[in-house]
């Protein structure tokens, strides 16, 4: 049973558009999550960390965490073709010392 | 360059060779990640120091596998008889602990990708 869910895409987004990607997870220990991008061949860059209930903003990206529904969100803002990539969605839990991640989302800006 | 570095960035090997691939982590950080990732998964957790302690081993990792990280600076993972199923990226992360609340946030370097013939 996979710990960290993600739709694999990919989803396409117009330029200038909001992307949402979405992200569950199984273990309700888990309390640090994160996301990254990947551009193919490369590898992850950290984007936002999230732990606590509600929104928040980093310039044009916006995370989400709910716990009771153990979901995490991605929101990216005016999205640029430069987004073009996959987003990995990461879960912690202290004491296990194990990030897990997600398979990804692709996302496709088009120009 | 204060990030995170690996070495070799590409190697190409024949089946039943042995690799050794080389971490440098970020200089405060005393967290050091290995991970395997292969074409369309996210990378999968193989091995985990806290300063120079091994901590915790993935059942991934065989025992053609080994991680050292002798000074609690630079790790080095080791794979065995490399086999075609090896082939992967490599990837190595490392943060902070303790640097306060929740936080614990993971950097990765460029990866090291393995081919094995």
């Known amino acids: 049973q996979k710990e960290v869910e993600q739709n694999s895409g990919p989803l396409s987004v117009p330029e200038g558009a909001i992307a949402s990607l979405n992200c569950t997870y199984s273990d309700r220990g888990s309390q640090s999550f994160f996301w990254y991008r990947q551009y193919s061949g490369k590898s992850p860059e950290l984007i936002m960390s999230?732990?606590?209930?509600g929104d928040k903003e980093d310039g044009r990206f916006t995370a989400q965490l709910n716990k009771a529904s153990q979901y995490v969100s991605l929101l990216i803002r005016d999205s640029q073709p430069s987004d073009s990539a996959t987003y990995l969605c990461a879960a912690y839990t202290s004491g296990t010392y194990k990030y897990i991640f997600g398979t990804g989302t692709r996302l496709k800006v088009l120009a | 360059d204060t990030g995170v570095s690996q070495d070799p960035r590409h190697k190409i090997t024949k089946r039943g060779q042995n690799v050794t691939f080389r971490c440098d982590p970020i200089s405060e950080h005393n967290r050091l990640y290995w991970y395997r990732q292969t074409l369309g998964q996210g990378p999968e957790f193989l091995t985990y120091f806290q300063n120079e302690a091994q901590l915790e081993k993935s059942r991934l990792l065989s025992d053609r596998f080994s991680a050292e990280r002798p000074k609690g600076s630079f790790s080095t993972l080791e794979i065995q008889r490399t086999e075609q199923g090896d082939s992967a990226m490599y990837l190595c992360?490392?943060?902070?602990?303790?640097?306060?609340?929740?936080?614990?946030?993971?950097?990765f370097g460029p990866g090291t990708r393995l081919t094995v013939l």
């Open positions: 992360a490392s943060s902070l602990a303790g640097s306060g609340g929740n936080t614990d946030t993971q950097y």
């Open positions: 999230i732990y606590s209930n």
